[in-house]
């Protein structure tokens, strides 16, 4: 019994003692919107749920590079990991179970495969904290709204070139987006 308190005890130590500064919306919106969003190349590593009819939950591993993006799910649907691939003109997806499929219509294509609508081209320029540029935007107090869908900024956290976003909303209709950013890499 002592053993397992004592491990509590430490294990409630470690995670109060977080070496990564987060800051809430207000203030991290300011500090993000000082640096501009125009970023060729980047990672991040956390946690996506994407609730619908039903929820889709995953670990992420997305690596952009100008206009080239890789993203690794694991955990989603249960199948263990997923890999896309996208570029400007073409999605590639494998499922992680033998078989990949490509299409050009890209968000139309994860819409078929999910069963509903994510906004993937989108997503490029919404998870470094901007928005789409030449699409109608309209700002609200956490985030915007774009293309239909209403993006908000609920945490950011310190990286190595400023504030960028940990914890954003991503909602149209009855389709709701998480994503929980745990690390950010950028060059």
Same mark, same amino acid.
């Given at each position: 019994? %002592?053993?397992?308190?004592? =491990?509590?005890?430490?294990? =409630?130590?470690?995670?109060? =003692?977080?070496?990564? &500064? ?7 919106? !300011?500090?993000? !919107? ?17 609730? #619908?009819?039903? $929820?889709? +939950?995953?670990?992420? %591993? ?27 003109? &073409?999605?590639?997806?494998? +499922?992680?179970?033998? &078989? ?7 968000? $139309? ?20 904290? $901007? %928005? ?20 908000? %900024?609920? !945490? ?14 991503? #909602? ?16």
């Amino acid at each position: 019994m %002592y053993g397992r308190v004592l =491990c509590l005890m430490l294990l =409630c130590s470690l995670l109060g =003692c977080s070496t990564v &500064e987060t800051y809430d919306a207000k203030l991290g919106r !300011e500090l993000s !919107e000082l640096q501009g969003r125009d970023l060729p190349k980047w990672t991040l590593q956390g946690r996506l749920l994407i609730k #619908s009819d039903d $929820a889709l +939950t995953a670990n992420i %591993y997305w690596q952009h590079e100008n206009k080239d993006d890789v993203l690794k799910l694991s955990g989603a649907l249960g199948m263990g990991a997923v890999l896309i691939e996208l570029n400007e003109h &073409e999605i590639m997806l494998d +499922t992680g179970q033998g &078989e990949v499929l490509f299409s050009q219509d890209i968000d $139309a294509f994860i819409a078929r495969q999910i069963g509903f609508v994510v906004p993937l081209t989108a997503l490029r320029r919404w998870v470094v904290g $901007a %928005y789409l540029q030449d699409v109608p935007v309209l700002q609200l107090e956490q985030g915007f709204q774009q293309l239909g869908w209403q993006v908000t %900024y609920n !945490e950011y956290m310190e990286t190595s070139i400023g504030v960028m976003p940990r914890k954003i909303n991503i #909602s149209k209709d009855n389709i709701k987006l998480k994503l929980i950013i745990d690390q950010w890499g950028i060059e």
